[in-house]
């Protein structure tokens, strides 16, 4: 009797991603899912996965592994029935599941991309010295001195952030910099194992590009987004409009600074700023798909098993030259935030609904009675709605109308 295909994926904590995406695409493929992770969220993932019959998908086996050192993935496959494909949508896993995929003779992105990309400095260093971007900045080594940021060349205001930071932690605007090596300070304090860059601020419209492609050249545009960002300090994601079809000379020169890192494999969430002048300068290349439940509205919106192809890729199936995506769609999405720290005393619950033609999704982020800290980042999310229908104007309206409706209370 021939075995299912064996897909090994590597995680951290338990994702809407995973659980709700790739787990379920992966079980209408018929893999057989391996799921490596640390073994401090072992039990968060086998919870998660527990009755995974509500979710369409099958049953998952979950292994401890110290999945951050690519050497204890190889060596914990090896253990193991030959895998055909390693996966991750973790930002903080692409390099390792890059070169265990290599290791084994699969499928992959390269690993010099995949870490090129997620080094803010190393990025911005290879952008320079081919000639396509220079993005002005410094950087200091895990416990180095905050007072190495203080480039001479560097200009005001700045963005401070972890080399290596995902979903806006630590992300900081400073004015001056007495208020860079300030932040810096308070930042290696929380994070003391994190090396820092401070880039110049980048003005423009802050947007995003949703890529796929396959070992054999394969590069589709899915489509993007327009980013409503949090009022300065802070960059925080607070809602998200579609843009179906993006401007082409822009979509252009950010497909050849990808082209540039060699981002080609897989599914790539690429955020950028349009300049004044029309010029596309890149903010950062996640090299996994669209976070924060976004990933399952561009499948929704888009009609097209999007997780599916992801993994087909990793097995080494070759892309449709054409998708069948649906054109018509208009959508967003919403992040409600907390503003202050306590105690969710009041939210709205889950809901699926019909509103003017358009599918209306909400789905809370934190429970009623969780206490937390204000984080100034995507931690902050009480929750997500997502709105698809076939006119802007219609959607807008219905989010609006939505969350204007809603009530979320905070107790001190």
Not at 34 to 51: C, I, M, N, Q
Not at 236 to 247: A, F, K, S
């Amino acid at each position: 009797m021939s075995r299912l295909p064996a897909l090994a994926v590597l995680a951290l904590n338990p994702t809407d991603s995973v659980t709700h995406g790739f787990l379920p695409a992966a079980a209408r493929l018929g893999l057989d899912v391996t799921v490596l992770t640390e073994p401090r969220y072992v039990a968060a993932h086998r919870d998660a996965y527990a009755g995974r019959d509500r979710f369409d998908a099958g049953p998952v086996a979950v292994v401890p592994c110290e999945v951050t050192d690519f050497r204890e993935v190889v060596a914990t496959l090896a253990r193991m029935p030959a895998p055909d494909a390693v996966f991750s949508n973790s930002d903080h896993l692409q390099t390792q599941a890059a070169l265990a995929a290599e290791w084994f003779g699969l499928p992959g992105k390269d690993w010099r991309a995949a870490l090129r990309v997620k080094n803010k400095a190393h990025m911005r260093r290879h952008l320079a010295d081919r000639g396509i971007d220079t993005v002005r900045s410094a950087e200091v080594a895990a416990g180095g001195d905050p007072a190495d940021l203080l480039a001479p060349d560097l200009t005001y205001p700045c963005v401070l952030k972890p080399r290596e930071g995902v979903a806006s932690e630590d992300v900081v605007l400073a004015a001056n910099a007495e208020e860079l090596w300030k932040r810096a300070a308070e930042t290696q304090t929380r994070r003391p194992g994190a090396a820092l860059v401070a880039e110049e601020f980048l003005p423009g419209d802050l947007r995003t590009l949703e890529t796929l492609g396959d070992a054999a050249g394969t590069w589709h545009v899915l489509g993007g987004f327009r980013t409503r960002l949090s009022p300065p300090p802070y960059f925080i994601e607070e809602g998200l409009t579609w843009e179906p079809d993006p401007d082409r000379a822009v979509t252009s020169q950010v497909l050849a600074q990808l082209d540039a890192l060699a981002v080609a494999f897989g599914i790539c969430h690429t955020e950028f700023v349009v300049d004044g002048g029309g010029r596309a300068r890149l903010v950062e290349v996640n090299y996994r798909a669209i976070g924060d439940q976004c990933d399952l509205l561009l499948a929704d919106l888009l009609e097209v098993p999007v997780f599916e192809h992801v993994l087909r890729t990793h097995l080494g199936e070759p892309l449709p030259r054409d998708l069948g995506a649906r054109t018509g769609a208009r959508a967003r999405q919403d992040t409600p935030c907390a503003d202050r720290p306590g105690t969710l005393t009041a939210a709205p619950q889950a809901c699926e609904r019909t509103v003017d033609g358009c599918a209306l999704t909400y789905r809370p982020l934190r429970a009623i009675g969780e206490r937390h800290e204000l984080y100034h980042t995507n931690r902050d999310y009480l929750g997500v709605l997502r709105v698809v229908g076939a006119e802007q104007e219609t959607v807008d309206r219905v989010a609006e109308d939505f969350l204007a409706a809603q009530r979320w209370e905070i107790t001190p």
